[in-house]
């Protein structure tokens, strides 16, 4: 019960929370980056409480491996008890549907940075709150592959870090620890086994001595049917890592939405 309280509260208590010592470190945001309103004093995000309040927060029922919401109170969802995961665990603050489908969205392909942050505050945020990063754990991006790194000129799943760090205390894991040199086809309309197919070698340990022995916790914005995160484990493990977390901002959980996220139109350029 402490998981559902905590979210549903989150919309309207957040900006009341541990705002004492924050405030000497950061600035209160002022200004609501999704409708232009303006923000209280003691916001710790900035997004406003409507604006968060139409984030369809993840409850308790959820997949104890994924966290994708579940319909009925079991410990995996189908997907987890037919496929075996080389992590420990995802977990993710809401569904990836409606306002944070369009936010989301306006992140990756029309360049908002400064959402990407904010909605990284938003995950940093419940992320602490919720002790879903281990304690000894190193945090990491999912890396771009450098042809969509140009033409975006960013990495959404980096900026959504950055934000996260104001609220998550851990290490980050040295930059270029871990690319991705090999450029995957789309994978819209591909199945949770096709995808890992898809991404089978896409990541690589540049530095091994640099994760070996390490809890790793990797920072995304969704997560689909979860085989990027596996496929980064999988490498990540080979490398000698001692166990993989996941964190994502959303969840994907209808069948196009797993396996459409983007349009047709813009999947060969993101």
């Not at 927060?57 to 079991?74: E, I, S, T, Y």
């Not at 934000?163 to 930059?175: D, I, K, S, T, V």
Request: aromatic share 8%; proline share 5%; charged share 20%.
């Amino acid at each position: 019960m402490l998981f559902i309280k905590f979210l549903d509260s989150i919309a309207g208590h957040i900006q009341g929370v541990w705002q004492g010592g924050l405030e000497l470190v950061f600035p209160a945001p002022t200004i609501c980056l999704i409708c232009g309103g303006t923000l209280g004093t003691r916001a710790l995000v900035e997004l406003c409480q409507a604006c968060l309040g139409r984030l369809s927060l993840v409850k308790d029922n959820f997949c104890q491996r994924c966290g994708r919401p579940q319909p009925q109170a079991r410990n995996y969802c189908v997907d987890c008890g037919e496929l075996e995961h080389f992590f420990v665990k995802n977990r993710a603050v809401a569904i990836y549907d409606g306002a944070l489908k369009e936010q989301i969205r306006e992140v990756k392909y029309q360049y908002n940075r400064r959402l990407g942050l904010a909605l990284g505050q938003i995950l940093g945020l419940v992320a602490h709150r919720m002790a879903w990063v281990p304690r000894d754990a190193y945090l990491v991006a999912v890396p771009l592959h450098e042809t969509r790194l140009r033409r975006r000129g960013y990495n959404q799943a980096e900026l959504i870090l950055q934000g996260a760090m104001q609220y998550l205390n851990r290490p980050l894991l040295p930059p270029g620890s871990i690319t991705r040199p090999d450029a995957t086809g789309a994978s819209n309309r591909l199945g949770p086994r096709e995808r890992r197919a898809n991404l089978r070698g896409a990541f690589k340990v540049a530095r091994p001595a640099l994760v070996d022995g390490k809890v790793l916790c990797v920072v995304d914005d969704i997560y689909t049917t979860g085989a990027t995160l596996d496929e980064m484990a999988r490498v990540l493990l080979y490398a000698g890592a001692k166990e993989i977390h996941g964190i994502t901002l959303a969840i994907a959980i209808t069948d196009q939405d797993i396996l459409d996220i983007a349009p047709i139109t813009t999947l060969e350029t993101w």
